[in-house]
């Protein structure tokens, strides 16, 4: 038996022993990323549903290159903030046409030219409902797609809106033809393209390591010119303490989401090889308040159903110091349900400040008065007590859900905290069964996603609000293509006065990335998109 | 032994198929389905989610479901994961070779370490070593194994450098790097997970092991064995040991899931690539096919453990068999 032991210790001895980095010549091109989506189908088109993912975008954007991409200013209106790509150039024949001129140094990784076919091959697919149900929603306002010969793109709208560069470039980048039109749809997912995919962007897929990782290999011939670290390893670890171990052990060079918890700033900080990078987030959490009977929703809710009591439940809270207990100085409080990615968040108001005095007023105003003496405000008989809706794998929420319920406490108002696994929660959350959902979204850079959650007929509202007012204006700012901006500073006003939600925080997402890189962009749209253009100090 | 051998495998297959419908039926009775999670940022319009329903096979009903799910397990397809879009039955292969590699690095270590420390406990009973020993277990068996897979992380990867902190390979090991660079770099991946799931495990088969040697050092024949002049090392080993094997070969039964299951949060900690967080991950996205993949890999385990315990106790007891 001792000798057993003795033949075990030495075999994990021989293990420590092997050289640690018997690394690949060229190493020093290489970067390791470490992040918690794991990419499944990274193939455009593919998708959709579960496929819909972080991860599966983020990888496409390595392989596949768009008609034209986000410029540092997210203006999804008009078409100034836009950047070429496949694209060189773009004009508007009418204020419902659209043509682009692809670049003709534009090829896929094979080595064939990019051209018109691919681009009218690309939105067949993606507007065909039966194969990808979630592009053709969001591609529902282009009629047509036709080409001019090989290098120019005739895009068709139904009317004239201030967003149709946005849709004709940012949910759907071109697939090559040449390889895939003579699959049927269904058979793509099934087919070699998915692990062996043949894309037109600065990167190509080498191998992916199922559970652990994905390496990526420059396209050398990429026609923006070849990216200058070589390599690409993405790895994955669900796991925050994993991530960041990876990277304060020096096995990774990157990483995203450093925070939270918020401490993992200090040790980031601590190692002199790191930087902090913070990036404007597509994240945005808030209190949604339900305005229907949870038990009868044809009956407005007993207590929420008063703008009254929502505004004095905002007022109630300091959410500033919130913010600041949860994500530091990496988050601030949104005015209105905007993230920090929309460009319609420049020019509008500060958030309102705490007020308990005023909140006070207002829940007189509304008839709630603590007659009992309990601590808790009533009226006729029934106190002020509302159940707060949070799934339990949300670190931010359960924390920042104590705070509001003690600061609601103090105003007289009693917070059921109801805790439950992701699952039952969102089942829950669409059903309309809340008082109060903690709920979090993560926003496209479009304001014309807003729609959704806060117009009478949006699909994610599920607070049941309804104000005819915010409708009208924001099919205005949607439709404008005059002034934009103002139009939309008008929707969230109205939203601010109707208080549908207290919008609690707006996060900064925090990246940590090696000093050794240089010219370090990470975009809040996508965010190693534009890792082509790194380069390593020597 | 034929009538009996065969009773046996007859009960553990009715184990196994009620253990099939009861889990079949619990995951689709529990709240939540696999698309609702998908509409938390984005409404799914009626057209999706009909497409996607049908996609899964989540507009059969149940029953349709359940059959259809039956049809493919007798065939060995268990369907295609809705959270990864391939077939679970190669998801489960992929992920496999890591979970054996760790789990059984875990029961070598529990079942080499943790008996010897056991045995070596009892021939010293009452002396220093076992005390110490003693201690030493009842620590590890109260250690949560996440918190003591951060501190190793912490400790041995971030502050010493020695080992990798997560994960199985390194993605930068040259592709031309040979087997035993190749074989080492696993091991040093495989150290700091599989220590700190058999700090318990070590723990349990040690006390175990230590009772029962006990018990056995006291009976007659192993007086007659001394009586006789063998040596120390051969009445302990041959002797004593081998009788005190039965209550351990039953804890190795308990043990068997572990091959498959791992621990959550260990491999969530280490990056482990296992079936442990790939269940985890199901259990959350309720992506049936997959739960039900890993689940019914556990079933079976479970099932075999129990029977390969009775079998090997039929085979060292003929007492159990005449029973």
Redesign the interface.
Known sequence: MSRTIGYLSAAMLAGIAVPANAQSAGAENSIVIVTGQQPTTPIPTLMEGAAASLGNMELADQLFLRLAGLGPTMLTAGDRGFVPLLARSWTRRDSVTLVFDLDPRARWQDGVPVTSRDVLFSFQRAQNPAVAPRLAALLQHITGVTAEGDRRVVFRFSHPYSEQLYDATFHVAPLPAHLLDTLPPDAVARSSFVTQPVGSGPYRLVRIVPGQFVELAANEKFFLGPPKITRVIIRFATDPDARLNLVLSGQADAMDNVIPPLDNVRRVSADSSLRLIPVPSPALGFLLFNQRDPADTSRPHPILSDARVRRAITLALDRSSMVRVVFGNYGEVPYGPVSPVLWIRHGAPKPAQQNVAESRRLLAAAGWRDTDGDGTLDRGGQPLALRLSLPSTSAVRRQLALLVQEQLRQVGMRVELSQMEFPLWIERRTAGNFDIDFGSTSQDPSPSGLSQGWTCNGGTNVGHYCSPRVDSLMERAVLTRENPAEAWRQVLQQIEADAPATFLYAPTYVYAVKRRFRDVTISPASSWQRLWEWSVNR | MRAWLLRRVMQAVTAFAVAVVLLFFLMRA????????????????P??VA??KA?YGLDQPVGAQFRSFLRGLVHGDLGVS?????PVTR?LA??LP?TLLLGGSVL??NF??G??LG?RQAVRHGQREDRWLTTLSLAGYAMPSFWLG?VL??LV??EW?????????????????GL??R??????H??LPSLTLSAVSIAATMRYQRAAMLDVLRMPFITTARAKGLSDRAVT?HHAWRNALFPVITLFGLWLPILVTGSVFVE????W??LG??AA?AV????YPLLMGASVLVAALVVTGGLLTDLAYALLDPRVRLA
Do not use: H, Q
């Not at chain 2, 389905?33 to 938390?40: G, I, M, N, Q, T």
């Not at chain 2, 074989?183 to 040093?188: E, F, P, Q």
């Open positions: 529990a709240p939540g389905d696999p698309l609702s999670r998908l509409s938390e940022n984005r409404p799914l319009a057209a999706e497409t996607l996609r809705i959270e990864y879009g391939r998801l992929e992920r890591a070598l270590l080499t370490v008996l010897w045995v951060l992380a912490w990867a971030i450098r020695l080992l990798p902190p997560a994960g199985m390979e390194d993605p930068l090991l040259s592709s031309g790097a035993a660079a074989t080492g770099d696993v091991l040093r495989l150290i080993w969530a900690v280490f990056a690539p296992g967080s790939l991950a959350g996205g309720r992506d």
